[in-house]
């Protein structure tokens, strides 16, 4: 599918002059966290919700009292905007835009026509994408949830979405988390390796219990849990190819290899079946804000 296809060509905008205080309805009536500057109809920024709240004084009282220089009502847009971005072109497949929305962290991308801006992809459109693909006439195709669980802050809107989906579909649902590869301690080499062995096991059956206590028991939905050793995205390749899933729920952003790709980007690019990934902040089931459907 191509971006022209999917992209939004209604939606706000804002000017470098745009006073930035008045920026906070823009962002309440597009219900997103990025809008697009332009000057005319050429697009040169985009201006990010988060940038604008590092523009605001500290949020250490004893520091804000301090802050007498500082005043939004007199800042623009044109101080908070960042000129640091990437955009599509119309031609751009879904998944050039999926990819744009991982690695950038945001939830909208422009669409660009030389340097005019024509539209915009936000998780949302992709999400709603997701959905129908999801809720078709037809078959959904969706019997097997695979939930990657890192234990970290995005597990409980992970989890949450993952089983949403299962309910909706009336699928299984599996709750993953992987365990790096067992190392011998320098610090103890001494330990035998029955006793690093016992370890391990206890550590493995803490995780089990962990899993089982992220889907609530009346959920209604037939949860599994696992917990494998091994390298990340290799471990939830093999274990949604085995189980022969038809979607993975990943958090975002995953653990990020030393000098590598993130663990997102390799299951994007290898994984077998779709995957989801959704944003630590997202609301649970269909009002996540990030996802990726990949076929």
Same mark, same amino acid.
């Given at each position: 599918?191509?971006?022209?296809? +999917? ?7 804002? %000017?470098?002059?745009?006073? +930035? ?5 823009a ?8 809008? /697009? ?27 804000a009292?301090?802050?007498w ?5 007199? @800042? ?5 905007? %960042?000129?640091?971005?990437? $955009? ?8 050039? /835009?999926?990819? @744009?929305?991982?690695?950038? =962290?945001? =939830? ?5 026509? *030389? $340097? ?26 969706? =019997? &097997?949830?695979?939930?990657m ?5 995005s597990?409980? /809107? ?10 909706? &579909? ?12 067992? @190392?011998?301690?320098? +610090? ?5 390796? *029955? ?14 219990? =962990?899993?089982? /206590? ?23 390749? *093999?274990?949604? $190819?085995?189980?022969?899933?038809? +979607?993975?729920?990943? *958090?975002?952003?995953? !653990?990020r ?21 959704? !944003? ?8 996540? !804000?990030?996802?990726?459907? !990949?076929?």
């Amino acid at each position: 599918m191509r971006v022209k296809t +999917l992209m939004r060509t209604r939606f706000a905008t804002v %000017t470098e002059e745009t006073p +930035l205080a008045e920026t906070g309805v823009a962002f309440a009536r597009e219900q997103l966290e990025t809008i /697009a500057v332009v000057r005319e109809s050429t697009l040169v920024g985009l201006l990010r919700a988060r940038d604008v709240e590092t523009m605001g004084p500290s949020t250490v009282p004893s520091l804000a009292a301090h802050d007498w220089a500082w005043s939004q009502s007199s @800042l623009t847009v044109g101080d908070a905007a %960042t000129a640091d971005f990437a $955009a599509l072109d119309p031609e751009a497949s879904v998944h050039d /835009a999926i990819r @744009l929305l991982v690695r950038q =962290d945001v =939830d909208a991308v422009p669409v660009v026509e *030389g $340097a005019a801006l024509v539209g915009l992809v936000t998780t949302r459109d992709l999400l709603s994408m997701l959905l129908e693909l999801l809720e078709s006439d037809g078959p959904s195709g969706l =019997d &097997h949830v695979l939930v990657m669980v890192d234990f970290d802050e995005s597990t409980a /809107a992970t989890v949450a979405a993952g089983a949403a989906l299962a309910r909706r &579909h009336r699928a299984r649902l599996t709750l993953l988390h992987v365990l790096p590869p067992p @190392l011998r301690s320098l +610090l103890a080499p001494g330990v035998p390796r *029955g006793m690093l062995d016992w370890a391990r096991r206890q550590q493995r059956e803490r995780c089990l219990v =962990d899993l089982g /206590a992220l889907v609530p028991s009346e959920s209604a939905v037939e949860v599994g849990r696992l917990v494998v050793t091994g390298d990340a995205a290799t471990a939830i390749i *093999g274990t949604a $190819a085995r189980l022969e899933v038809d +979607l993975i729920v990943v *958090g975002s952003p995953m !653990r990020r290899r030393f000098l590598g790709p993130s663990l997102t980007d390799e299951l994007i690019e290898s994984a077998p079946c779709p995957v989801l990934v959704v !944003r630590p902040d997202a609301k649970a089931g269909i009002s996540s !804000r990030s996802a990726h459907a !990949r076929r």
